[in-house]
């Protein structure tokens, strides 16, 4: 084991660099992470890059990685040193060769999982979060704008629950081939789709004001005979709008993050417990859910495609005018 690791920073106008120094002390309720994989959010991550260049302040990046445990601390129940992990914490499971992680935001990776594809229980945490938050029933009809990482993961835990799935997004790029779900073209007039569909989730970052009337066109006046259709944001949307009997019975319902407990520093480390609205969950069973459902959904993990990079590909992927590009991106940190 290494005394030291390397942190991918943003560091303002120097851009991103890989920024070494000494591993901390390991706390009572913190488990080591030797890194295999980390996971790039580009759409995160080049809103805070944005701010660093802004303010000038040194940042980590990343919050999503998988590795194998190489040490506990005392009070850290579940997980043992040679155990396979998933990890997630903002500044916490950086893009890093070792991590340092609070026990409540370590999941271990049931066997039939390697571990690129585990580490997509991560961000798939959002995802099983708002599904919950929809209340999303089996049968429904459902369309997914944005077919990002968190957009990919929503549909595959939709497609677990029962829901027959829409997909739309500008770039045709990202929604990958093979996928067993149906593309709709949302520049196009609604047509025989308008008033089809009872959960519309949103996983864009945009201004979506001249998108929105569209958007209520296709959603189903009458909902899904529990309860009223739903427009679900799950990125970071803006709009100017207008509520008015003329919109209909509709719920707007605005998801944060991945599940209770989570950005919770005492929580994430054992020494409180919350609260969970009925029908959703903390943080660490949303992982555990997910992971479960990349079990069921492996038919689906065979079409989503993965790109692999080394850490110099990466600063290079960070420092370029092109960034990455959507959909899974994987930095690896260690040899086989």
């Not at 089809?196 to 899904?224: K, Y």
């Not at 943080?283 to 993965?306: F, P, S, T």
């Not at 790109?307 to 370029?320: F, K, P, R, S, T």
Request: hydrophobic content about 45%; aromatic content about 6%.
């Amino acid at each position: 084991m290494s005394s030291s690791r390397y942190t991918l920073t943003a560091c303002g106008a120097d851009g991103v660099i890989a920024v070494h120094e000494p591993l901390a002390a390991l706390a009572a309720t913190e488990v080591q992470v030797a890194v295999d994989y980390s996971m790039v959010s580009p759409g995160t991550e080049r809103h805070y890059l944005q701010q660093v260049r802004e303010t000038g302040e040194q940042l980590p990046l990343g919050y999503c990685a998988a590795g194998v445990v190489s040490a506990v601390g005392p009070e850290v129940e579940g997980v043992q040193p040679g155990d396979r992990v998933v990890a997630m914490g903002w500044k916490i499971a950086t893009h890093s060769n070792w991590i340092q992680v609070p026990q409540r935001l370590v999941c271990k990776v049931p066997p039939p999982l390697t571990q690129d594809q585990a580490i997509l229980a991560t961000l798939g945490a959002t995802a099983v979060h708002a599904v919950d938050r929809a209340q999303l029933q089996a049968g429904e009809q459902i369309l997914v704008v944005g077919m990002g990482l968190v957009g990919k993961m929503l549909s595959l835990v939709a497609a677990c629950h029962g829901a027959r799935i829409w997909v739309a997004d500008l770039n045709p790029a990202a929604i990958d081939p093979g996928l067993p779900v149906q593309v709709l073209d949302l520049l196009a007039e609604p047509g025989t789709m308008a008033g089809q569909f009872t959960r519309i989730f949103l996983c864009i970052d945009a201004d979506i004001s001249a998108l929105f009337p569209r958007l209520l066109a296709l959603l189903n006046p009458q909902g899904n005979g529990a309860g009223r259709s739903r427009l679900v944001n799950v990125g970071r949307v803006s709009l100017t709008l207008e509520l008015s009997p003329q919109m209909g019975n509709i719920d707007i319902i605005n998801v944060s993050r991945c599940g209770n407990g989570y950005r919770d520093d005492a929580y994430h480390h054992g020494r409180k417990s919350v609260q969970c609205p009925a029908g959703e969950a903390t943080v660490e069973r949303n992982i555990a859910r997910c992971l479960d459902y990349l079990v069921a959904g492996r038919d689906w993990l065979e079409h989503l495609q993965r790109v692999e990079m080394d850490l110099g590909q990466a600063l290079a992927h960070y420092n370029g005018a092109a960034f990455f590009a959507p959909g899974i991106n994987l930095i690896k940190h260690r040899e086989a």
